[in-house]
């Protein structure tokens, strides 16, 4: 067999390319150009398999999705935050709703012969359509992983998904939401879920998983929706009283629910825990002072926190000088866009293997 690398064994280059890092994928995609016996290596189940692991404390965030409200009909954007480019990062008349397990959901309103749902991997470039339930006056949606007992380090668009549905009927008096799930593997929606209350009516902003559940905010009120997978029932969660000019709920480092909220300049972190009683409580855990951490001109207008990523703890922070990245974990603060007018990013959280691109590489030099 033809050594990788004459002169050197090929555990060592294994274990040299083992190393690139998983947040500049393009490294790993021209390595399997160098020819034929790197492709078979690096592109092999046994590699993959030891890649993942060893950088398995998170996949990266290879980019994030944001709305073009300034263009028409509307346009979904993926703006990268690494080396890696999607085939086509701009969906004319698809609006990007939600995020997760190597896939993002849209909705179509130019699908034929009617609007539908669209389920898109930016790595493989994998399009699934969804045929859409009846749209009720506010509604929202999220896309996950459906095998049981996944890791969720290499989620793609062609395994299995579901699509979890909300929709909310308000009426004078009281609001009816109803929920159902579609899944990939049965192609079909599930029967719904009603659930009535004065002030749950959910709203079209990115929702949260946590652990079986996905929780959104309700439309002017200080309120979560929350829609538990496993037992399909709807609930709500009280939201304590604070003055922030704009909410993003997330996942602390255990997991839990939490929420981010901007109030001039800082940013309070509140987590949902246990208290004394046995009672679950909201608990203000972390501030962040963003005048060390921005420019002065960025919070000449309080800046408003419009996303979060799952899984790595970062929030985003729009500003009138462009949108900003923050690591709860570090402090780190990045600029990933010049754009002051972004009102929701959508981050894109996946690990960009050789193996999901292989369909669109050159062929490999015959060496």
Not at 140 to 148: E, K, T
Request: aromatic letters at 10%; charged letters at 20%; one cysteine or more.
């Amino acid at each position: 067999m033809t050594p990788l690398v004459p002169g050197l064994p090929d555990d060592l280059v294994e274990e040299i390319l083992l190393r690139f890092p998983p947040d500049e994928p393009g490294s790993l995609i021209r390595a399997c150009l160098v020819s034929k016996p790197w492709r078979h290596l690096l592109t092999g189940a046994a590699f993959l398999a030891s890649y993942r692991k060893f950088h398995r404390q998170t996949p990266p965030m290879l980019g994030f999705l944001h709305r073009l409200y300034d263009e028409e009909p509307c346009v979904s954007r993926f703006v990268p935050t690494t080396a890696f480019r999607p085939p086509r990062p701009d969906r004319r008349c698809w609006y990007a709703l939600d995020a997760r397990h190597g896939r993002a959901l849209f909705y179509d309103s130019e699908s034929h012969p009617t609007p539908s749902f669209v389920v898109w991997d930016p790595v493989t470039d994998c399009q699934r359509k969804i045929p859409l339930p009846e749209l009720p006056q506010a509604w929202n949606a999220a896309v996950l992983c459906a095998v049981d007992g996944c890791d969720h380090l290499d989620c793609h668009g062609d395994d299995p998904f579901l699509v979890a549905f909300l929709g909310t009927d308000k009426m004078e008096g009281f609001r009816l939401t109803t929920a159902c799930v579609y899944s990939s593997e049965i192609r079909a929606w599930s029967d719904t879920t009603p659930f009535e209350h004065p002030d749950a009516a959910v709203q079209m902003q990115p929702g949260v998983l946590v652990g079986s559940a996905l929780c959104f905010l309700c439309e002017q009120s200080k309120r979560i929706l929350q829609y538990d997978l496993l037992s399909r029932e709807l609930s709500v969660i009280d939201l304590p009283n604070v003055h922030g000019s704009s909410i993003v709920l997330m996942t602390v480092e255990d997991g839990t629910l939490g929420f981010a909220c901007m109030e001039e300049s800082r940013v309070f972190l509140w987590s949902m825990e246990v208290v004394d009683d046995g009672a679950a409580a909201w608990v203000e855990h972390r501030v962040f002072e963003m005048q060390t951490l921005i420019p002065p001109r960025a919070l000449m207008i309080t800046p408003d926190v419009v996303g979060f990523a799952e899984g790595i703890g970062i929030i985003f922070l729009r500003t009138i000088v462009g949108l900003f990245t923050l690591e709860l974990k570090s402090g780190r603060v990045r600029k990933v866009s010049t754009r002051g007018s972004l009102c929701t990013a959508i981050p894109y959280v996946s690990f960009y293997n050789p193996d999901r691109a292989i369909c669109q590489l050159p062929q490999a030099h015959d060496q």
